[in-house]
Structures are given as structure tokens and as C-alpha cells.
């Protein structure tokens, strides 16, 4: 095989667009590409003085500064380490554990909790509430912040879906214990999907919650060349709606396709006589499916979203003589 060129790396890596992601946001593989690059768990090790130097060569190449030699490849990876770290409204950096290259490494343990077999009361709540204080916070950081969003709201939105979780699991497990036309196996089967339910109206809950205060002060539109044109309802409205229903679909792999991996692993020889290893096989499933099911959910709607003008308040169409405009959905 002949070596790969410097021009075949290149080619990968298309002319260097600031705050534009390089792949084609307007349909799903693009945006599935894009969201790979979102959660990649290894900017987690980014060190602070590699942010530092990839924000400086952001600037440099913002100001036409950029030293001889940059080639577009490290450019966009600049940028995808920038925005791995930094949020794109306050411009300052989201903890390790609530980035969304974070969600799936510090989540699938969770997961894996919510997912354990016959599992107690107490476990229920427990990994409920767990779960739901760390979407909260996942949501919470990476949320549309071009207006302040006051803590309150975010308590509301935690409390509302700390309580739907548990209650909702909590009594669909108390009416399948309760069940008496189930054997033993067969309830312990059911109780497996209990936490898609929960998590699925819990999280959306969340969402809709926390980020209402939008719906009534609007969010920030801007046109191509990033130039804010003013607050919108209308791009409030329909951020909220795509996070929602982002938040709606993304549990369904996670919560559905272990138990139902997990139910013919467990009759395998290997499981039967390892029982021991029932723990770490269900850890690895539910991290795979985890890993699998973040990308294709937030890929479903660009985070970068369009409105068209004649969409918008008629107090905002005069504004501006773009036909589209854009709002951050958030994630």
C-alpha cells in the first residue's frame, strides 16, 4: 500500500470555517459526524495549556495573525477542543463531569445502576434521583445562556424531575410486584424496562422545566456573520421543542437494548457459570449502548439551528435583510 500523502490528511479536513462545524450540518450522517467529534471522550484529557494554545490559535486566525505553516487539520481540532470545554454563550469552561464528551463516560455508570436486575426500593430512588441530578447539571451547563437563567428556574427544573422519576418508577415497580398473573421471571423481565419510562418523562420534564423562562424573554438570533439581531420567542419556542424531543428519544436505546441483550446473555454458558460476571458484562453493555444512542439522539436537530425570517416576530424581520437566521438550540 503507498504511503498517505500530507495532501490525503488535507483533504479530510476542509477549509478551516471559525465557529462553523467541518462537516454538512444540514442532514443526519453530517450531524452524526459532527456530534462523534462533540462527545469525544479524549478531549477530556485536554490539559489547560493545550486549551490555551488552541484559543490562541483561534484568535490568531480570527485577527489573520495565524502563523506560517498552520495546516487546516489543526485549526479544526483547535476549535472542536475549544468547544469541547468552553461554552459558546458565557465563553467560560463547563466542568469535566457535565460536558457532553463527559456525559457518556461519568453517565454509564449510572446507567448501569438504573439497569441492575430486581433491584430494591431503595436502589430505585436512589439511581433515579442520581441519575436525574446528573442531567440536570449536564443540562444546565449546556444550555442556551445568551439570557441569564435564574438558579430558581434551575431548581424547579431539578425538583420536577427528581419527582417524576421516582414516582414513576417507583409506582410502575409496586404495581408489577402487586401483579399476580406474572411469574417470578417474568416480572423481574418487565421491572428490566421500568427505567425507560421514568427517565424518558423525567428528562424531558427537566427540559421543558428549567429552560421555560426562554419561552417568555426569548433567546438571541444572529445572522452568518454572527452579528445578534435581537431575542426571539419563535427561536425559543423551537429550541425547546428539538431539545425535548431529543431528550424523549435519546433513553430509548440505552433503557431498552441492554435488558434485552442482557436477558440472552444471562442463559449463556459463560454467564452461568460466572455469575460474577454479570456486573461488569451488564457495565459494558449498557456503556456501549450509551456510547451508540448520545450521537444519534442530539444528532437529530444541528445545535447551530436556522429560523427563517419570516418565521420571526415582525419587530425582528425589520432588522435585518438576511432571509435565514440562527439561535443555539443548546444540548
Not at 26 to 55: M, W, Y
Not at 120 to 136: D, G
Not at 217 to 238: P, R
Amino acid at each position: 500500500m503507498p504511503p498517505i500523502s500530507m495532501g490525503t490528511w488535507e483533504h479530510e479536513y476542509p477549509e478551516f470555517k471559525l465557529n462553523k462545524s467541518r462537516f454538512d450540518q444540514s442532514n443526519f450522517q453530517g450531524r452524526l459526524r459532527h456530534f462523534l467529534d462533540v462527545i469525544d471522550p479524549r478531549t477530556l484529557l485536554t490539559t489547560e495549556a493545550k486549551l490555551q494554545r488552541c484559543i490562541k490559535l483561534l484568535e490568531d486566525f480570527q485577527h489573520g495573525s495565524l502563523p506560517p505553516g498552520i495546516s487546516n487539520k489543526e485549526l479544526w481540532e483547535a476549535q472542536k477542543v475549544k468547544q469541547a470545554i468552553i461554552h459558546p454563550d458565557t465563553g467560560e469552561k463547563i466542568y469535566m463531569p457535565f460536558r457532553m464528551s463527559g456525559f457518556v463516560p461519568f453517565g454509564a455508570p449510572i446507567v448501569t445502576g438504573l439497569l441492575l436486575p430486581n433491584p430494591t426500593l431503595v436502589q430505585t430512588i436512589f439511581w433515579q434521583w442520581l441519575n436525574q441530578s446528573h442531567n440536570a447539571a449536564v443540562n444546565y451547563s449546556n444550555r442556551n445562556a445568551s439570557k441569564p437563567t435564574p438558579v430558581s428556574r434551575f431548581v424547579t427544573g431539578y425538583t420536577g424531575a427528581v419527582t417524576s422519576a421516582v414516582s414513576i418508577a417507583v409506582g410502575l415497580s409496586i404495581l408489577i410486584k402487586k401483579a399476580d398473573r406474572f411469574t417470578p421471571a417474568t416480572k423481574m423481565l418487565i421491572q428490566r424496562f421500568v427505567p425507560f419510562p421514568a427517565v424518558a418523562t423525567a428528562s424531558t420534564c427537566n427540559v421543558v422545566l428549567m429552560r421555560n423562562s426562554e419561552l417568555a424573554e426569548g433567546i438571541d438570533v444572529f445572522d452568518k456573520d454572527q452579528k445578534v439581531i435581537g431575542s426571539s420567542k419563535v427561536a425559543a419556542k423551537k429550541a425547546l421543542v428539538e431539545t425535548a424531543l431529543t431528550r424523549m428519544f435519546l433513553p430509548a436505546p440505552i433503557f431498552i437494548l441492554p435488558p434485552i441483550v442482557m436477558s440472552v446473555l444471562e442463559k449463556t454458558k459463560f454467564l452461568r457459570s460466572n455469575p460474577r460476571m454479570h456486573l461488569p458484562v451488564n457495565a459494558i453493555v449498557c456503556t456501549l449502548s450509551f456510547g451508540l444512542a448520545l450521537p444519534v439522539a442530539i444528532a437529530l436537530f444541528p445545535q447551530i439551528s436556522q429560523v427563517s425570517r419570516s418565521d420571526l416576530e415582525p419587530e425582528l424581520q425589520g432588522l435585518t435583510g438576511e432571509s435565514v437566521l440562527f439561535y443555539n438550540k443548546g444540548l
